[in-house]
């Protein structure tokens, strides 16, 4: 509370006039916010001193920790350099080397590289240079303009991003604003619409997506899919192959293949993009968050020459990719992106990562003895428990139950930062947490879950 013979605290200039993204501003009123004020490899610290655990990652964003030396002086010495310029007319140092050492580290096959500022915007590109392409590479094809995407979907929040995203909360509101899509049931196996079981299902679930790709394909001009992990959905994981038999029937079905790996690109799945995973190479690729390390927002779009190309051409006949943000390019997070990856290299942090990966399976093994977790799914770095009301019938916990709010808080208490999505609970460690302190987050969390579903 507001200490009413000082001058306003920071807290109530927070409540006074921030609006907070995905936040019910009624219930934050009524609550002392927390206030970050500084961090230090995985933790964060407020304004009061306190530490906490940072189990998101800052909302999947930061890899290699707070505060990490080289990130710093990279963005030291590129503001001494210069802030910003524009990418519209004009080029930078490190927008042309970043761009250069993407290429180098993508899937093979894509080639060229088109910046923004964060996911959605990454998306927004892809889905408009998806469309532009079969306008003016094969007019012939007839109008392939619709997309395809995967039931629960999440590709960010702009218009174009929402109407290809499938999250009932977050999107029925602006069903007047979007674009027409096809939809397919995702692989989510712990509630497979087909009532089956993976493996005996052998991907059954494959066989409505190829039926629209067959009925419709004609009119579309991109599959866009969160490669390996369908993260805001609630971690809901593919099984193995399902992603490289997506891209198998994409090239069947001349359908581009859009591959969001704005939250899995950067180590997220064990690898530095989930598509390597599988050896595939999409048509277009999203990437973000991770991109800085998790400090500046700063995005990409990268794609083959074969799209590239279709954009060439005389001025005048308009073939011009028309599309650009004010930030495109930000030498600054361009700095610190290459700074990024050369600590990938320096620090090995994919070898160094494998370890963790198996020590979370081991520990989030245990958490199946509760009797309100239903679900713990894990790609790589990426997990996500979901809780149920009743495990035998895995009936939800009803949305306003608030349960993954309330493990929150609990573990809040305990010095971890959660976010969970509804009634499953996230955990996405950074990268670089060693494993002592991996184990006591995952030992937080745990008591947090039995504190709460023990009551409910
Ligand atoms: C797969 C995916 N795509 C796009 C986005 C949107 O990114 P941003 O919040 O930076 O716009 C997100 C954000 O969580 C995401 O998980």
Redesign the pocket.
Known sequence: MSNKKNAPSLGDWDRQYVWHPFTQMQEWEQEEPLIIESGKGPYLIDTKGRRYLDGTSSV?VNLHGHRHPALDRALDQQRKRIAHSTLLGLSNPPAIRLARELIAIAPKGLSRVFYSD???TA?EVALKMAVQYWQQRHPEKGPKNRFLHLKLA????TVG?VSVGNIELFHARFQPLLFPTRAADPPYCYRCPLSLTYPACDLACLDPVERVLKEHGRELAGFII?PLIQ??AGMITQPPSYLTRIRELCSQYEVLLIA?E??TGFGRTGTMFACDREGVTPDLM?L??GLTGGYLPLAATLTTEEIYSAFLGKYEEFKTFFHGHSYTGNPLGCAVALANLEIFRSEHTLARLQPKISRLSALLKPLHQFPHVGDIRQQGFMAGIELVRDRPTREPYPLETRIGHRVALEARKRGLLLRPLGHIIVLMPPLSINLQTLTRMVSILSRSISAVTQHA
């Open positions: 999947w964060n996911g959605s998306v999440y590709h960010g929040d991003a969160e993260a805001a969001d704005v939250a999203a973000s968050k």
